[in-house]
């Protein structure tokens, strides 16, 4: 195999509880986004837009969607000769096999398929965020350091702190500390969930970590403190921009919301920086005479005679004369008849809604629906 | 449909778009927001079952190529048959497609279908290719002609097809004034590979180039000549104005149902833009968008290709904007056609007639 400098693993393989219904047929990094994307899109662009051309994919809850969503990797152009994309599920060998125990346990499972391609250094990184990031000024970074391990950090309202992976740092960005979800935190640099680290020195504290019993197999809880206290050389990477875990319905719904501004921070009308995604191939979408869209992202496929407004509607969705839609993301092939009233909802691929009826309402709560429901004429529903 | 190959010949298509088809063929011209002319017979071999696909390209191919890459979007990238393009390149000057095919006669031996179904590259149709082979076997014909009646008001000239109570071409006009009722040869027939090789051969050792006037129309006596009558919806495109009228007939719903949905999806190249975004100020009405567009002023009446930007108090209304377009704040627009990557600066008025006004490619205006 030639050998890679860096190679990406990327991990795919959460359930995303807190988004519910949603990932109940599939895994969180291939949960719909902004109107065309999955989740694991973000990551997957940020990949090829850093010249990051082998990338190991790391599956376990659901994954069918996800593995067939990822195919060869066309879409990211990551379907290459020797290198590009390799889905990793959970594996059987000749002394048995196991479930990926935790984030660490899934790359220590895979020791030979990083070892393959001989890199010096690896990426890891999941499909749980919502971002865009040059990978290659992080590795430049790294080097430039002389790091065996470099975390890219983003600085978060101090009364969120205490939600995240904290770093303390010196005056040369060395870490100098680390708190998982402190009560009293001292910093306010979160850890995003991205690190670089120089390959034989993971590998060892891979093998070391499986020793211990007592170990969650996690890198924030394990890898990263058993990384300090030996001493090693730790640096923080400062990340500005826009930066959002998704992993709640809530999240998710304001992560969709941010993308509506005029200005939004996160483009994703940027030629130089396009998410790629699958593409289903749809017609133009079509606007009635009767229709009004302000302040909403609309996909291919869509037909709209009703009112939308700050909504994002994914692909093939259907809106019928005289329905409002406010607030509310509407996943793939949803059809919404005439007179349907919808505020602050997320409704999932494959909901057909009768004329008439009501979803959501303005308490602020989010209504969810899931897939495949069909909501009788006239119906009221507000559900969470 | 493994039984037959296709040939899209593009070299007796007349390019009659005025500016949008100076530099580039009429089957590579913007359509429908997002497709290309070719896009449609490309797609309905595809969903036919047609896995081996020829274009004969002969003027301005470059964008068509360029479309076409390795034929992926059309899942013609096969390592079996799929998408073969053979531009013309002979030192002599083009004498007729006959001519073009006796040039590339190894595709068509080597190719293992029994059929062969060669068309144009420039009809909006959605045609089902597997109903006229099973049409051609049933009647025992050689040789099945594509027409279609002419419906519309404008003057045109075409080839049209003379035919019997059970469809069978008698006579043939060629260069005709059509009138309303005309059967139109679509310049689309099908028959077994080894009669098409025959008469190709034949008729270039007599000297003479294309095949519908001097293969096929000289022996309608010879051989059984079926019509075939296409009845689905398809608009004759030959002008400036027939191309914009059509255009705009797609925003009745009927139409796009027609064409766009209820056979199934045309394909076409991927470009990896983001949803349409629709800002605070925006005002659409009764429009067809693509991804990529950003609109932040009033679109009415009009088709908005991918990646078309409408600045804040820009009025758009009966127009055709192609690929990255840019309209500037305040400008007006009413009845013309941007060809692509067309910038229109700041409160600047284009107005065109009811024959729309055309404004080339990358011009700034």
């Keep these: 195999m030639v050998k890679k400098e860096m190679i990406a693993m990327l991990l795919a393989g959460g359930q995303g509880t807190r988004l519910k219904d949603l990932t109940t047929k599939l895994a969180k990094p291939a949960v719909p986004f902004g109107g065309k994307y999955r989740i694991i899109d973000f990551t997957l662009s940020n990949c090829s837009n850093s010249g990051i051309e082998t990338v190991g994919v790391l599956t376990q809850y659901q994954p069918y969607i996800l593995n067939s969503y990822i195919g060869i990797g066309s879409a990211w152009d990551l379907d290459r000769k020797h290198r590009g994309i390799s889905v990793l599920p959970p594996y059987q060998g000749q002394k048995g096999g196991e479930w990926y125990k935790g984030t660490a346990n899934a790359i220590y499972q895979n020791i030979y398929y990083i070892d393959q391609y001989d890199p010096e250094y690896v990426l890891v990184i999941s499909g749980d965020h919502i971002y865009k990031m040059d990978y290659s000024k992080m590795f430049k970074y790294h080097k430039e350091k002389g790091a065996d391990a470099t975390i890219a950090v983003l600085e978060v309202p101090w009364d969120e702190a205490s939600r995240f992976g904290l770093m303390n740092t010196n005056a040369t960005n060395k870490i100098v500390d680390f708190e998982e979800k402190p009560k009293n935190p001292k910093s306010n640099l979160a850890s995003m969930g991205i690190y670089i680290f120089t390959w034989k020195v993971l590998k060892q504290f891979l093998l070391e970590d499986e020793q211990n019993e007592l170990s969650s197999n996690d890198f924030g809880k394990d890898i990263i403190p058993a990384m300090l206290n030996k001493e090693k050389k730790l640096y923080a990477y400062e990340f500005q921009g826009y930066w959002k875990d998704v992993g709640t319905i809530k999240s998710l719904w304001e992560a969709n919301m941010d993308l509506l501004s005029d200005n939004p921070e996160l483009d994703i009308n940027d030629p130089t920086w396009k998410i790629y995604s699958v593409n289903p191939n749809q017609p133009p979408q079509y606007i009635a005479p009767e229709a009004r869209v302000k302040r909403s992202l609309v996909n291919e496929g869509c037909l709209v005679y009703g009112n939308v407004e700050n909504s994002v509607l994914f692909y093939g969705v259907y809106v019928g004369l005289g329905s409002t839609i406010k607030e509310s993301i509407i996943m793939p092939d949803v059809k919404i008849g005439a007179n349907v009233t919808i505020k602050k909802a997320i409704i999932a691929s494959g909901t057909v809604i009768e004329d008439g009826s009501v979803i959501g309402d303005d308490s602020g709560e989010i209504t969810l629906f899931v897939e495949d429901h069909r909501i009788a004429v006239d119906s009221t529903v507000i559900s969470r | ?364 205006l």
């Design chain 2, 1 to 364: 449909m493994e039984r037959i190959m296709g040939v899209i010949n593009l070299g007796n298509e007349k390019d009659s778009l005025g500016d949008l088809t100076k530099h580039r063929c009429q089957a590579s011209v913007p359509f429908g927001g997002r497709y290309r002319l070719v896009d449609f017979t490309l797609s309905n071999f595809v969903k036919s079952g047609v896995r081996n696909v020829g274009v004969f390209a002969r003027n301005y191919y470059r964008s068509l190529l360029d479309h076409l890459g390795s034929g992926k979007e059309w899942d013609l990238d096969r390592q079996k048959d799929g998408l073969f393009i053979m531009p013309y390149y002979s030192n002599e000057s083009y004498k007729g497609d006959i001519q073009h095919f006796y040039d590339n006669l190894p595709y068509f031996e080597r190719s293992k279908e029994e059929y062969i179904l060669v068309t144009q590259g420039s009809i909006v149709w959605n045609i089902d290719f597997r109903h006229v082979f099973e049409e051609h076997k049933k009647q025992g014909a050689d040789i099945t002609l594509i027409y279609k009646d002419y419906i519309q008001e404008e003057k045109a000239v075409y080839h049209t097809l003379d035919v019997d109570e059970n469809e069978r071409v008698q006579a043939v006009d060629l260069e005709k004034i059509v009138n309303q009722g005309d059967n139109v040869f679509l310049n689309t027939y099908l028959m077994k590979k080894s009669l098409f090789i025959d008469l190709m051969k034949e008729t270039y050792e007599q000297g003479n180039y294309d095949f519908f006037t001097d293969a096929i129309r000289t022996n309608l006596e010879s051989y059984h000549v079926q019509g075939f009558h296409f009845k689905g919806y398809m608009p004759f495109i030959h002008s400036v104005e027939s191309f914009y009228n059509h255009s705009m007939n797609l925003l009745d719903e009927n139409v796009l149902q027609q064409l766009f949905y209820n056979h199934g999806f045309i394909y076409t190249k991927v470009n990896h833009g983001p949803p349409a975004k629709y800002l605070q100020s925006s005002q659409v009405v009764n429009s067809l968008i693509a991804n990529g567009c950003s609109i932040a002023g009033t679109v009415e009446n009009s088709i908005l290709f991918r990646g078309v930007k409408v600045h804040k108090g820009a009025i758009i209304r009966n127009s055709i904007i192609m690929q990255k377009g840019e309209i500037g704040e305040g400008a007006l627009l009413e009845n013309v056609i941007l060809d692509k990557d067309v910038k229109v600066s700041k409160d600047r008025i284009l107005k065109g007639d009811e024959i729309p006004t055309v404004f080339a490619k990358s011009s700034h």
